[in-house]
């Protein structure tokens, strides 16, 4: 995550709120209570080519997560229920 500029603050709290929490959870490390655990998600918003995909696989380097990055229009199709088998086909692999 050094590699990317221009966003310092995002960055940081991201290493605080997500990345940290992830790789303390992943360790099972005992925590104090007050300790709420990793986001269920998080999300990235903008135009496209600002750097969200960037940084979404930044996260998972640091955070030592799987990455999937796919085309949401390979789910759709012409044909009743193909694209609800394909999502759950989708987060069957995920």
Not at 13 to 31: C, H
Not at 70 to 94: H, R
């Amino acid at each position: 995550m050094e590699d990317i500029g221009g966003c310092a603050d995002l960055l940081a709290q991201i290493e605080d709120d997500v990345i940290f929490p992830l790789l303390i959870q992943a360790s099972n490390i005992t925590i104090p209570s007050a300790y709420y655990g990793p986001p269920k998600g998080i999300l990235l918003h903008g135009p496209p080519g600002c750097g969200k995909t960037l940084i979404a696989r930044a996260i998972a380097k640091k955070a030592k997560a799987n990455f999937l990055n796919f085309d949401i229009s390979i789910l759709n199709d012409m044909w009743y229920g193909e694209t609800s088998k394909l999502t759950k086909a989708l987060f069957t692999l995920v």
